[in-house]
């Protein structure tokens, strides 16, 4: 009896320490679990950090390379002109950033399937080829001449008039800058992107149509005719056919206008076509939307810079306004490999 009681005894003994070790493995494997995936995690937030500071330093020498194309192109002076022929306008497509080190260096571009390749593309944009909504505000007023250029935009564009109405009364209230309206919960935010013409009453639909057409400046700007949209010269000059717009595109592409004498002469247009209207249109710009798009792996970041060129042609110095940035994810790999 008593035997029988130690052989139990034993077997429980046996069973207990066989449990035991069993946890200790499960712990074991529990708590190196836990340590890998924390060593993994830290080295992705590294990685990931690593990649947002070389794309934040690549943009911002994209960037710079833009003003310098700018300023280089405002010091040439060549006729006094912006237009599509010069070397600003014609945007980089993409391209891998160690080829340009490779063609610099005279180094091979192999540089091993470890490293995270980058690839960059760019625009710049003339801001005054578009309809400045900030034009629809003058000394604290609605400008009847603009709302008329306006309107003749969304009759072009099919947009209600009524659309425009609430566009430049709430982008009138929103730039006033009186106490009374400062201290009103009413007033709506004044916008600097197009986007954001919304917070002034619009339907996304209707900023989106507008998108292509309108920009929003910080002041007053004329309409550049070497580089408007057949659209917009219509609806900025008024007497101005779209059929006359379409043969304005078509001689600057020949030649482009070195004054806006030479436009008007360009379409046999009455002498009266453009002189009454020479503070809203011209054919030089002072300000640039730099467009930069930075794919690294499976990110892509996209900025936009709002710049300008102080002094015109004249000046020196290309001022950024505003910067802003979009992640966008790349779709998944389709068996390509660049």
Do not use: C
């Amino acid at each position: 009896m008593k035997r029988g009681f130690t052989l139990a005894a034993s077997v429980r003994a046996r069973g207990a320490a066989l449990l035991t070790a069993m946890l200790t493995v499960a712990l074991v494997a529990t708590f190196a679990a836990a340590a890998l995936w924390q060593q993994w995690r830290t080295v992705e937030i590294e990685a990931a950090e690593r990649a947002r500071i070389q794309a934040a330093w690549l943009l911002v020498g994209g960037l710079d390379w833009a003003r310098l194309l700018l300023r280089e192109d405002g010091r040439s002076g060549a006729g006094g002109a912006d237009h599509l022929g010069e070397p600003w306008a014609v945007p980089l497509e993409e391209a891998r950033l160690s080829d340009f080190l490779a063609a610099e260096r005279n180094v091979s571009t192999d540089i091993g399937p470890e490293v995270m390749e980058a690839f960059l593309s760019g625009q710049i944009v003339d801001q005054q080829s578009l309809m400045n909504v900030t034009n629809l505000v003058k000394d604290g007023q609605v400008s009847v001449k603009d709302m008329q250029a306006f309107g003749r935009l969304f009759a072009l564009l099919e947009l209600p008039q009524a659309q425009l109405d609430t566009l430049a009364e709430n982008l009138r209230f929103a730039l006033d800058t009186s106490p009374a309206n400062r201290s009103s919960p009413l007033a709506p935010l004044a916008p600097q992107r197009v986007e954001q013409l919304t917070w002034l009453g619009l339907p996304e639909s209707t900023v989106a149509v507008l998108q292509p057409h309108v920009t929003v400046l910080p002041n007053r700007t004329p309409v550049n005719l070497n580089t408007a949209s057949a659209e917009v010269m219509h609806a900025a000059a008024p007497g101005l056919s779209m059929a006359d717009a379409q043969r304005l595109v078509a001689a600057r592409e020949r030649s482009p206008f070195r004054d806006v004498a030479e436009a008007r002469l360009a379409i046999g247009a009455d002498p009266a076509m453009f002189a009454a209207e020479q503070a809203f249109v011209s054919i030089d710009t002072s300000y640039f939307e730099v467009r930069s798009r930075l794919r690294l792996d499976q990110l892509s970041i996209e900025e936009r810079a709002l710049v300008q060129r102080e002094g015109g042609r004249d000046g020196g110095a290309v001022r950024v306004l505003q910067r802003w940035r979009i992640a966008v994810p790349i779709p998944a790999a389709t068996g390509v490999r660049r």
